[in-house]
């Protein structure tokens, strides 16, 4: 198993579960400094990761190779909290708007050997919108998708969230029924939301087995593990059951800081991964 941390780089996510934020460059090198083997990135859109460049002009594929930092995965987030596009939206223009915001952030992220998450882009249902059509809206969505990552040689990680943020999966057999039959498509486990809907998270993560494709290594409060009170000890075991070897990745509050989140992240990391 591989550690990671978040590196938050859109405005309209200001306070939300990312450690990291803002300089790019400076999160990388803080990532390296600390001992973490990747970043993943919660970028603005796609257009950021062929505009952007450092001081000395480095792409961001050649920044993260420079120093020694995998890219462990590409957030889309945005979508939702920038650009309000959901793939279960009433209105069908904006449900191809963030189809077309997805697939050129899978471009981007094939490039940069890194899956793309889906979360908050999924959607829910909503007064106009039964959970059936949201439903089938997101497994339609997630068929082309996964269709494309296929062509390109790329990786999707869909997300299920908890039961206040979607109702289109909340767990992870939730997730297996959405992905079944899609072949670039796997689970992103989320240890804060599963805390909330999983009655087993150890069995869970067990039951989805190989599908499982990342993980976000959050605490029970969504701060650095360590800093709630989950049960650390049989989720890491049931991960060594499965043989996960992916990224254990923070998506957590800066809490208290920024730094002694990442600081906590890859203390508890060593405690229950390499130490165990």
Known sequence: MKSAITISLVSQSR??????????????????????????????????????KDSSGNSVLSMARERGVAIAAIGTGAGWVKHRLSMA??????????????????????????????????????PSVSSEQARGWLREGLASLDATASKLGAEILYEPLNRYETDQATTLAGGLELIAGLQKTRLLADWFHMNIE???????????GSAIGHIHFADTNRRAVGFGHLQVGPLIAALRD????????????????????????????????EAS
């Open 15 to 52: 306070g939300g579960p990312f450690v990291l934020w803002d300089d790019l460059a400076a999160g990388m090198d803080l990532a390296k400094s600390l001992g973490f083997d990747g970043i993943e990135i919660f970028a603005p859109g796609p257009e950021f990761f062929v505009e952007y």
């Open 89 to 126: 939206d009433p209105d069908s223009s904006v449900r191809r708007s963030a189809m077309e915001f997805l697939e050129q952030m899978l471009q981007a992220a094939s490039e940069l050997r890194a899956p793309m998450i889906i979360g908050s882009m999924q959607g829910r249902s909503s």
């Open 198 to 208: 999983e009655a087993d998270m150890a069995e869970s993560l067990r039951q989805a």
């Open 242 to 273: 499965i043989g996960y070897e992916g990224f254990l990745s923070a998506e957590v509050f800066a809490w208290p800081d920024s730094k002694t989140a990442a600081e906590q992240t890859i203390a508890a990391y060593r405690r229950w991964v």
